[in-house]
């Protein structure tokens, strides 16, 4: 599990700084990424317990919609669920987790 913080001003520089036809535009904190001599990076590791690179929760493709609605079902009622919560959910019904386990992920060709 991740997440990323930066400014609006970093993004809209990073934006500014790479042409119309660059496929990293797409995915608007790869410039950033790719460029710690121009903008301050801190990584911070999640622990073990939350480090589950195989589940795919995002949404860019109809499939991550259809995981996502499924966690969302599960936990109707509720707007206080946690990320140990969905992990074991997940971890429960693998057969979420595989609906969109094979989904292409342009944007991992750009991690380190």
Avoid: C
């Avoid at 079902?73 to 206080?80: K, L, N, P, T």
């Amino acid at each position: 599990m991740e997440v990323e913080v930066f400014s609006t001003k970093a993004l809209s520089d990073s934006s500014d700084r790479l042409p119309r036809s660059d496929p990293r535009r797409e995915h608007g904190t790869l410039f950033i990424r790719q460029n710690p001599n121009i903008y301050k990076i801190t990584n911070l590791e999640a622990p073990v317990r939350h480090h589950r690179p195989d589940l795919e929760l995002e949404v860019d493709t109809s499939e991550d919609f259809q995981v996502i609605a499924r966690v969302i079902e599960h936990f109707s009622g509720r707007a206080d669920f946690a990320l140990e919560e969905i992990i074991e959910f997940m971890d429960s019904n693998p057969e979420i987790a595989n609906i969109n386990r094979q989904v292409p992920r342009r944007w991992k060709q750009y991690r380190d």
